[in-house]
């Protein structure tokens, strides 16, 4: 009768490698194959391996690539507040690294680790697709299926490489890097396809392509699970056989003393390791907005294009079109998407892995290997070295522009240091503060002024709040009309009163009280497949604003803009075309992302090796969850959570909380080193 292999057994079977990627953590299970017969190898690795590699390399194109478009969605294409959308992705985040630990379970006690896999990448297919379509039900729904699709398919695909090897196998690390090359590979070429297609044909074909690859990998796996099988069940059977592995030493008995001083110092560690993880985190969240919002996409431009803005005295036909940024058609004006920088950390890793894992062993061999404490404070120490760098990016940027404003219009507060926010309502009845320009925008002596890159986010939002209120009614009107109106569209359709290709409008007369409309930012318009159609036509010899299809958040900022005060306007769109040739070199994020890889590398692999090696062998699992459960789901919880404050204060005040958490790590963590090392009880 063939035995059962537990969640926990598999966990037990880990060993350390030399590299791990980013947040590739969840891997229970190194196993092996005996040495009886190698047939049907490449690079002496069973052609089996090649099947988990590029199913594996394939699911993480697709989380990957999604993950690099997600913000960025719902901040401009949604136009949710930072804090909104921050908090949707804490608790996607969280959940994506906590569901493995139910998924596992649930593939040992009923699906198996192979049907599980197939499962689960069917629903994070079906997560994928949904995200391509527009209504939001298919967002939320959209994200449901992602986590519970890598609840079922991450821990148990990384549990059938262990089914490949013997342990003692020499192949089994090897055997482990090829295995988390796919996932570099997958990580790095994700967000640049997903993000490429976002850039040419918008968020929902970049959705879509991170759909067909889960596909691609599910085709991988379901062609060589065979095969894959096949190798496991030979390893069960002369398991069972009773055949030994004579090199497999027996584990030495160790005093109760020595249990509980290691278990003190994994926790010690873990809690550790959520402060790293915390500021590493923040690379999908603010650094994607850094990226989009105050770095130069423009790589071969040695300064920023600047944005122009139609002048106010335009026709309405060119107003409709909003900002543009100048450029030619030369492979000099292309402009990377904030999306493929996502893809920095994993060619870092990629490059540099081999190089660490060199340089320990080369220390080993030497005897002078620094311990597991001792890296993981060199880890904590680059962590505020790369935000020292985006002090120094902060720095670039934050030079001053402005414009002569003589009194402030209704709508826009101003602090008693000169700070220009708004009071927005909320949906339960109170008052949320909102900032533009991240605290930066100061008014003071009939003067405008903006220290930095004011984002076109908050100049849109500012000039709505600058609207009449006459004017934010007929917009709330007119919404509410259109949505109104596109119900009675779908009932007449279904009664067959209508054609089901009929069109519609409906149309609303902007009273002359809400003062002069100018869209200045863009009529909106919308995406219908490939095409982007203007769903809002102004006439302003008759103030008719029409409208053929339901308005989102923001369309409605869009034309709450288009009514905002004319003094004000002027002014602020003077400051948001001049700081926008404001924003800083790449080189600035490719130093923090390689900064920010040598402390992952420092810290990473050597914490997750420390748990397999000096957690009590009937403890490791419980261990594992919990290195899990902090460096996973409570790390990326809070990490978005914190991200949720990107905007409420200044970029340097941002970045400066994560370079003095690194250093008071590094420093804790050095001081405990003389209390910590001799709790290992000789464990490196």
């Known amino acids: 009768m063939r035995a059962r292999r537990t969640w926990r057994d598999r966990l037990m079977e880990i060993r350390p490698v030399a590299s791990l990627p980013n947040d590739e953590l969840l891997s229970p299970g190194l196993g092996d194959f005996g040495r009886n017969g190698r047939s049907g190898e490449i690079l002496g690795h069973p052609t089996c391996l090649f099947t988990l590699f590029f199913a594996e390399m394939w699911e993480r194109f697709s989380f990957y690539g999604m993950k690099a478009l997600l913000i960025l969605y719902m901040v401009n294409y949604l136009f ?92 089994r690390d090897s055997a482990f890097t090829i295995f988390y090359m796919g996932i570099n590979l997958g990580a790095l070429a994700g967000p640049i396809v997903c993000g490429w297609l976002q850039l040419s044909y918008g968020y929902h074909y970049g959705f879509a392509a991170a759909g067909v690859g889960m596909v691609a990998g599910l085709i991988v796996y379901i062609a060589g699970m065979g095969s894959v099988v096949r190798r496991s069940d030979q390893i069960v059977a002369e398991d069972e056989a009773g055949e030994s592995d004579p090199q497999e030493p027996a584990a030495p008995a160790v005093s109760h003393k020595v249990v509980v001083d290691r278990c003190v110092v994994l926790v010690v560690i873990c809690v550790f390791a959520i402060l790293f993880w915390v500021g590493f985190e923040q690379a999908a969240n603010v650094m994607n907005l850094w990226a989009d919002q105050h770095t130069n996409m423009h790589i071969f431009h040695g300064e920023a294009p600047a944005t122009v803005v139609p002048d106010a005295n335009a026709a309405v036909s060119d107003l409709a079109v909003g900002p543009t940024t100048p450029t030619g058609d030369t492979w000099k004006d292309w402009r990377m998407g904030a999306a493929m920088t996502q893809s920095i950390n994993p060619l870092f890793i990629v490059t540099l892995a081999a190089v660490f894992a060199w340089f320990w062993q080369y220390l080993e061999r030497r005897k002078c290997q620094p311990s597991t404490p001792f890296k993981m404070a060199f880890g904590f120490f680059f962590l505020s070295v790369a935000y020292g760098i985006l002090l120094l990016a902060v720095q670039a940027e934050g030079r001053g522009t402005s414009a002569p404003l003589a009194v402030m219009p209704a709508g826009i507060s101003v602090d008693e240091d000169g700070t220009v926010h708004s009071m927005i309502p909320t949906a339960g009845g109170g008052l949320e503060r909102e900032d533009y320009g991240a605290t930066r925008l100061k008014w003071a002596d009939g003067t405008l002024k903006m220290n930095g890159v004011l ?230």
């Not at 690294?97 to 596992?104: C, D, M």
């Not at 649930?106 to 198996?112: K, N």
């Open 455 to 684: 984002s076109d986010l908050d100049w849109m939002r500012a000039l709505g709040q600058s609207a009449t209120a006459i004017h934010k009614d007929t917009i709330d009107e007119l919404a509410k009309l259109a949505e109104e109106r596109l119900e009675e569209v779908k009932a007449a359709k279904r009664a067959g009163e209508m054609a089901r290709d009929a069109t519609w409008e409906v149309q609303i007369t902007v009273p002359d009280e809400a003062g002069e409309i100018r869209p200045t930012t863009g009529l909106p318009k919308h995406v219908f497949g490939r095409e982007e159609k203007y769903v809002v036509d102004w006439d302003p010899d008759t103030r008719v604003l029409t409208v053929t299809d339901t308005l989102t958040d923001r369309d409605k900022a869009q034309l709450l803009a288009a009514g905002a005060d004319p003094h004000f306007r002027d002014a602020l769109t003077k400051i948001f075309e001049e700081s926008s040739v404001l924003k800083v070199s790449i080189i600035w994020l490719l130093a923090f992302y390689m900064v920010l890889t040598i402390g992952e590398l420092c810290l990473s692999p050597v914490g997750l090796s420390l748990v397999t090696k000096a957690a009590p062998p009937k403890y490791v699992g419980l261990f594992m969850g919990l290195w899990f459960f902090t460096t996973g789901f409570i790390a990326n919880y809070a990490a978005h959570t914190v991200g949720g404050m990107w905007g409420t204060m200044t970029p340097s005040a941002y970045f400066m909380i994560f370079g003095i958490v690194g250093i008071f790590a590094t420093v804790l963590m050095l001081l405990l080193l003389r209390v910590l090392k001799p709790m290992l009880h000789g464990v490196h």
């Open 80 to 171: 949710w507040r930072q804090a909104d959308a921050s908090h949707v992705f804490a608790w996607y985040a969280g959940l994506v690294y906590a569901t493995p630990v139910l998924g596992g379970m649930i593939a040992d006690r009923w699906l198996g680790a192979r049907w599980s896999v197939v499962i689960g990448g069917v629903i994070i297919a079906i997560g994928h697709f949904l995200l391509a379509f527009e209504p939001m039900p298919f967002f939320y729904s959209g994200l449901g299926c992602l986590i519970v699709g890598t609840g079922f398919l991450k821990p148990n695909i990384s549990t059938q490489v262990g089914a490949l090897y013997r342990q003692s196998d020499e192949r």
